[in-house]
């Protein structure tokens, strides 16, 4: 099993920046992929950006150039440093970890954009 804890969330106003971490416990993979999804009132899940244990990345149009996803392995911990934010970047934010055919998640932090 695999325990993730997200932390980070908060209120912004537009424009504004936030920092999400999740730290990983448990059985980890060292080369598992672990990323980051939200999910916005009303709207289905949807992928934010996946870092593989090589540093690899992937994102979502919506946030490119203004999002970053970076890792430390020596410390199971992936971060989202999320800039430029806008008001439809409001959402629950999840950390997943990827690893041997099964995805964990995480509980999620919410991140709300408004003046």
């Known amino acids: 099993q695999v325990q993730l804890v997200e932390s980070g969330g908060g209120l912004v106003q537009p424009g504004g920046s936030l920092r999400l971490s999740c730290a990983a416990s448990g059985n980890i993979f060292s080369g598992n992929v672990m990323g980051w999804y939200r999910q916005a009132p009303g709207k289905q899940r949807e992928l934010v950006a996946t870092i593989t244990s090589g540093g690899r990345t992937n994102y979502a149009d919506s946030v490119k150039g203004r999002f970053t996803i970076s890792r430390d392995n020596a410390k199971n911990t992936v971060y989202l440093q999320m800039n430029s934010l806008k008001p439809e970047d409001t959402a629950v934010y999840y950390c997943?970890?990827?690893?041997?055919?099964?995805?964990?998640w995480g509980q999620g932090t919410q991140a709300t954009v408004s003046s």
């Open positions: 997943t970890a990827d690893q041997i055919g099964t995805r964990y």
